[in-house]
């Protein structure tokens, strides 16, 4: 019962976090969060799958709502995000323990492939542009995100047992 309750609970704080951190990115920087090139900071928390499972349910739950909550959202925003988001964090989950030299290098680089090719794939069916073009302009951001905030997020927990011991 305590492990289905602590799943559950940071599950709920990670897509709250997600869905908060988004829409004030959005707020504060419009566009920088919702466009084709975008630098989503909430995707670093991508990372949290490398520590715990419950951030799978708890991103995708987290992308979901704030493709919901966000009125410029495409409406294949719901199920091609919420998807990439799935993908991205699962696939991390199970790459979590290849690494180099201790860096989990292509579990740091999925959300940007998953990412490229679903939400890639849906740019181009509403804006045009060419696949390849926008598959390279997310992939670009996410990538960006992830080796950047995602890296000092990961190794912030990475080297606190304390943390560590929180998302086990």
Not at 48 to 67: E, M, R, S, V, W
Not at 96 to 122: C, D, F, H, Q
Not at 146 to 153: H, R, V
Request: proline content about 4%; charged content about 10%.
């Amino acid at each position: 019962m305590r492990k289905n309750a602590r799943f559950l609970t940071q599950g709920a704080i990670l897509a709250a976090l997600y869905v908060a951190l988004t829409h004030l990115q959005n707020l504060l920087l419009p566009g920088s969060a919702t466009w084709a090139i975008q630098f989503r900071a909430s995707e670093a928390l991508c990372v949290l799958a490398l520590f715990t499972p419950a951030a799978i349910a708890g991103l995708t739950l987290g992308c979901l709502l704030f493709n919901i909550s966000f009125a410029g959202a495409l409406p294949l925003d719901f199920l091609v995000g919420s998807l990439a988001s799935f993908l991205a964090t699962a696939g991390m989950y199970g790459l979590r323990r290849i690494t180099v030299k201790g860096y989990p290098l292509p579990a740091m680089l999925l959300p940007a492939i998953s990412n490229a090719l679903l939400v890639g794939w849906e740019l181009t069916v509403y804006v045009g542009g060419g696949f390849w073009l926008n598959a390279l302009y997310v992939a670009i951001g996410e990538a960006a995100v992830l080796l950047t905030l995602g890296t000092a997020l990961f190794y912030a927990i990475d080297h606190n047992k304390n943390l560590k011991r929180f998302f086990a």
